[in-house]
Nanobody, 117 residues
Framework: QVQLVESGGGLVQAGGSLRLSCAAS????????MQWFRQTPGKEREFVAS????????NYADSAKGRFIISRDNAENTVYLQMNSLKPEDTAVYYC??????????WGQGTQVTVSS
């Protein structure tokens, strides 16, 4: 089992920044691709960004490109999402996800991000 705990959400004005963190514990963090998703009421959870185990490969949703940066610190078992130039449409619950082929995936409990106009 991998336990994921997100933090760093909150209320911010449009144009502002937030840094989300996701701390992993439990079984080894090794080899897991880490991802961020977000969800608003009545909508499906949507992909935001991902980062490979080595950190050498990152991917972003079009909505996040140029504004969000995903990074990880494997020594600290933590993944981050730096969110800049936030927009009201970024308002959502943000979830951390750990994925490894043949071992499944794990989700955190989510952290609320609210961007006011």
């Amino acid at each position: 089992q991998v336990q994921l705990v997100e933090s760093g959400g909150g209320l911010v004005q449009a144009g502002g920044s937030l840094r989300l963190s996701c701390a992993a514990s439990g079984r080894t963090f090794s080899g897991y691709t880490m991802q961020w998703f977000r969800q608003t009421p009545g909508k499906e959870r949507e992909f935001v960004a991902s980062i490979s185990w080595s950190g050498g490969t990152t991917n972003y949703a079009d909505s996040a490109k140029g504004r969000f940066i995903i990074s990880r610190d494997n020594a600290e078992n933590t993944v981050y999402l730096q969110m800049n130039s936030l927009k009201p449409e970024d308002t959502a619950v943000y979830y951390c996800n750990a994925y490894k082929a043949y071992e499944g995936q794990y989700w955190g409990q989510g952290t609320q991000v609210t961007v006011s106009s």
